[in-house]
């Protein structure tokens, strides 16, 4: 009894850090018909704005809606504008008019997020605000200028059906440690990145 209590309280449940409540608030808007412009994606995620801004299109990379031509690629150029946003320290992110129009429809938002929810419950309970330093201000902008130069390569990894999903795999890692305030999680995130970086040379090299 006690150790299931334990294991309870270890869960991430605060709706703040949840990635299942932040699923359900998108799924939410979606049954109402609305689809998922970047202006209603921010008002949802609101103050915690800098992890879901990662996550969602790390996670959208991560779903079958990869496969769609152009979608690594707009989401690669929306991540970027992004990332180079955080890099200068900006509260208030800015883009272009046909960016903020483009939408994905609420139908899709319904798949991903049924595709996406059974893991996130999953997520939640290995997930929890421990190590928060690691989350914020420099480690913020690192995260921001890895996930730059992730998001800078998705236009090329189309090229190739579905490997773009790699570099979702990379920015949902970084967007779900900002999101959950996890800095154990970007401590892996890190040494990840850094692993196929390394990897990566030694195939140039070579």
């Keep these: 009894m006690t150790s299931n209590a334990s294991a309870d309280s270890a869960a991430n449940s605060n709706p703040e850090t949840s990635v299942?409540?932040?699923?359900?608030?998108?799924?939410?808007?979606?049954?109402?018909?609305?689809?998922?412009?970047?202006d209603g994606f921010l008002h949802i995620a609101g103050h915690?704005?800098?992890?879901p801004i990662f996550l969602i299109p790390g996670l959208i990379a991560l779903s079958p809606l990869s496969g769609i031509p152009?979608?690594?690629?707009?989401?690669?150029?929306?991540?970027?504008?992004?990332?180079?946003?955080?890099?200068?320290?900006?509260?208030?992110?800015?883009?272009?008019?046909?960016?903020?129009?483009?939408?994905?429809d609420a139908d899709r938002v319904q798949r991903m997020t049924r595709f996406i929810k059974k893991p996130a419950r999953f997520l939640d309970q290995v997930t929890r605000p421990r190590l928060v330093w690691l989350t914020q201000g420099l480690a913020l902008r690192l995260a921001a200028t890895l996930c730059l130069l992730t998001a800078l390569s998705m236009p090329l990894l189309e090229i190739l059906p579905f490997t773009s999903t790699l570099a979702g795999a990379v920015i949902s890692l970084f967007g779900l440690s900002l999101t959950t305030r996890d800095?154990?999680?970007m401590l892996f995130a890190l040494l990840f990145v850094g692993g196929l970086m390394g990897l990566g040379a030694n195939?140039?090299?070579g």
């Design 183 to 185: 800095g154990l999680l």
């Design 20 to 38: 299942v409540a932040l699923l359900e608030a998108l799924e939410e808007s979606a049954r109402k018909g609305e689809d998922l412009s970047l």
């Design 70 to 104: 152009l979608v690594p690629s707009f989401l690669g150029l929306v991540i970027s504008l992004i990332c180079v946003q955080l890099i200068f320290g900006r509260r208030h992110l800015w883009f272009p008019a046909w960016v903020q129009t483009r939408a994905l």
């Design 203 to 205: 195939l140039l090299t």
């Design 48 to 51: 915690r704005f800098s992890g």
